[in-house]
């Protein structure tokens, strides 16, 4: 069964401080693993697509990278406007779980100004 | 572009009553989703439409049926709602089933009493 693992649940941030978020994952073979972000009330928006271990991606203040058991999403001079859940999926290759996502729980980043 | 959009954004419904809940993409987007977000348990894929014809049960379609009407379109019925169907549902688009980024929609926001 895939299996997603996001840590740390919840995260404060001073704004300006870096860090990193983590996504721990199990999949008979990942066709892709994919970053969004979820504001309150809101429906989960795309971030990034990683397809195999060593790939990178940027977007303004965020970068994926990804190893062959987790993804980390980093966060470089944070603002207080990058404060939502991220969630973090996985989609695995072929089988009965064909196109589906597998969900971790999501990491709530809060960042102070 | 709206991209995906749902109706209605807000509903309450009392034990065995009915409801559909609409969800319609402008993407030209093939496959479509339905996915429950509930507290400590992630998202979950209800029911997916891989291409306009075609439907197929996810990791939780009990209680659930689900008609693509066509390749923009795809509904969720609730046939006897019960309160375990409290839920946030999200539909999502994307251009084809593997590999490619799903977009959700803002969710509606289900209360079964």
């Known amino acids: 069964e895939d299996q997603v693992t996001q840590s740390p649940e919840a995260l404060r941030l001073q704004e300006g401080e870096s860090s990193s978020l983590n996504c721990s994952y199990t999949?008979?073979?990942?066709?892709?693993l994919f970053w969004y972000r979820q504001d309150p009330g809101k429906g989960p928006e795309f971030l990034f697509t990683l397809y195999s271990a060593g790939e990178e991606k940027e977007k303004e203040r965020l970068k994926a990278t990804l190893t062959k058991k987790e993804s980390f999403l980093h966060i470089t001079a944070p603002k207080p406007e990058d404060s939502a859940t991220y969630l973090c999926?996985?989609?695995?290759?072929?089988?009965?779980?064909?196109?589906?996502?597998?969900f971790g729980q999501g990491t709530i980043l809060t960042v102070h100004p | 572009n709206a991209g995906v959009t749902q109706t209605p954004k807000f509903q309450v419904l009392k034990t065995g009553q009915s409801m559909t809940l609409q969800c319609a993409q402008d993407m030209n987007h093939n496959s479509m989703y339905w996915y429950r977000q509930d507290p400590g348990m992630g998202l979950r894929l209800i029911y997916y439409?891989?291409?306009?014809?075609?439907?197929d049960k996810g990791e939780v379609p009990n209680g659930y049926n689900v008609s693509r009407l066509n390749k923009r379109e795809f509904s969720l019925r609730l046939e006897s709602a019960a309160p375990s169907q409290t839920s946030v549902y999200f539909c999502?688009?994307?251009?084809?089933?593997?590999?490619?980024?799903?977009?959700f929609g803002p969710g509606t926001r289900l209360t079964v009493t």
């Open positions: 439409s891989a291409s306009e014809g075609t439907t």
């Open positions: 999949v008979s073979g990942l066709r892709g």
């Open positions: 999926a996985v989609q695995a290759a072929g089988g009965t779980s064909y196109g589906k996502l597998t």
């Open positions: 999502a688009s994307s251009a084809k089933v593997a590999s490619y980024e799903q977009y």
